[in-house]
């Protein structure tokens, strides 16, 4: 008896989430992932490590609510901003009968937790000019529990329209959550949606430490919504999610020095980022450089197979979005360190 034939069928028929590690490659340099550059220094305190941790670490949900302008009680902490997806999903979809709505090309895990969870995927993809089809959204809105924006959308870069989100969140009252994905928010602050959760119940934020605070490494993130949505997650997540040496290095990832490491950390990449998007756009491979909003750059290049290869061959592992619809050609080069981003341009730079 075949072990697989006993899995749920779901299961059975699921592709995993492409992450750039299941993806690997060869390489030394390792542009793929949105990952930082460097991590910093922390502090451990092993004393207490025979015991279970909190559930919601005090300390890491006031420091982030002291952050992000909310209350303590808008805030859920969770392993990576993922489990706070999955959480949404689990919490508010029933199996085999809800739905959430996705605007393709965008971050491929809202589709995958709703899979693996049995729960159905209606997907209405971007507009041409790349922002949200808020009409067509408005639409399907009796269908679905869950609506996911991304913004900065990962690969595109762009920001979600405010006035398109506004009206979606008018249309969306008792019937749906509207969930807007903030991983990459502190790239662009000022574009951040935190300020409209005191007025809409219905709006919910994901956050995340593993960009611009580089700690992808420790798994910790945050959803940021109304008590009533906290309340609810709380009751769906694990007991014991956050290991407490992951609570120890968030708080002081989130202290006032680690605020401002991260700030300066971001001061470095948006530099870093504007230059080559500078130099990219006057080489001659480069059709397009997408909206820079994020720790990355969506580049269309002619062709983009070749320099993907190239890359690759020079031990540069960038992330190839050329399959997905509307991306031919379309390679996403995260900002790393400024070695490595001369490494890039000096492999574009080569005769071919
Ligand atoms: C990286 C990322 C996340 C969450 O990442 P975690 O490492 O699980 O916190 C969420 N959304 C988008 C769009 C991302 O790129």
């Not at 809105?141 to 009206?167: A, E, I, M, Q, W």
């Not at 000022?190 to 580089?214: C, H, M, N, W």
């Not at 994020?294 to 960038?318: E, Q, W």
Request: aromatic share 6%; with cysteine; proline share 6%.
């Amino acid at each position: 008896m075949s072990i697989t034939k006993m899995a749920r069928a779901q299961v059975q028929a699921l592709t995993p989430y492409q992450s750039a590690r299941r993806i690997g490659g060869q390489g030394h340099i390792w542009l793929n992932a949105n990952e930082a550059a460097d991590s910093g220094e922390y502090q451990l305190d092993c004393a207490r490590l025979n015991r279970y941790p909190e559930c919601q670490p005090p300390q890491v949900i006031n420091r982030y609510a002291g952050y992000a302008g909310v209350t303590a009680e808008q805030v859920l902490v969770s392993r990576g901003g993922d489990e706070g997806i999955e959480l949404l999903i689990r919490t508010f979809c029933e199996p085999g009968r809800d739905q959430i709505l996705i605007c393709t090309p965008t971050y491929g895990m809202y589709a995958i937790s709703a899979e693996t969870n049995g729960v159905g995927i209606i997907d209405v993809p971007l507009r041409d000019d790349r922002q949200p089809d808020f009409d067509g959204i408005i639409k399907q809105l009796d269908n679905v529990k869950l609506v996911f924006l991304c913004s900065p959308n990962n690969p595109t870069g762009d920001l979600v329209d405010k006035t398109g989100l506004l009206r979606l969140l008018e249309a969306a009252k008792e019937r749906a959550l509207v969930v807007v994905d903030e991983a990459y928010i502190e790239f662009c602050p000022e574009s951040t949606q935190a300020g409209l959760l005191a007025d809409y119940p219905q709006l919910v934020l994901i956050r995340t430490l593993s960009k611009a605070f580089g700690l992808a490494g420790i798994r910790c993130g945050f959803t940021l919504a109304n008590p009533e949505v906290i309340g609810l997650l709380i009751k769906v997540i694990a007991p014991y999610p956050i290991p407490e040496p992951v609570a120890q290095i968030a708080a002081q990832a989130l202290s006032d020095s680690g605020l401002a490491t991260m700030r300066a950390r971001v001061a470095e990449i948006n530099a870093l980022k504007a230059t080559l998007a500078g130099q990219l756009r006057q080489n001659a491979q480069v059709k397009e450089v997408f909206a820079p909003n994020g720790n990355y750059l969506l580049v269309r290049f002619t062709p983009g197979s070749d320099v993907f290869a190239r890359m690759g061959k020079a031990g540069i592992i960038l992330r190839d979005f050329a399959s997905k619809p509307g991306l031919s050609d379309c390679i996403r080069i995260t900002i790393g360190n400024s070695a490595e981003m001369d490494a890039v341009l000096q492999i574009l730079q080569q005769e071919q």
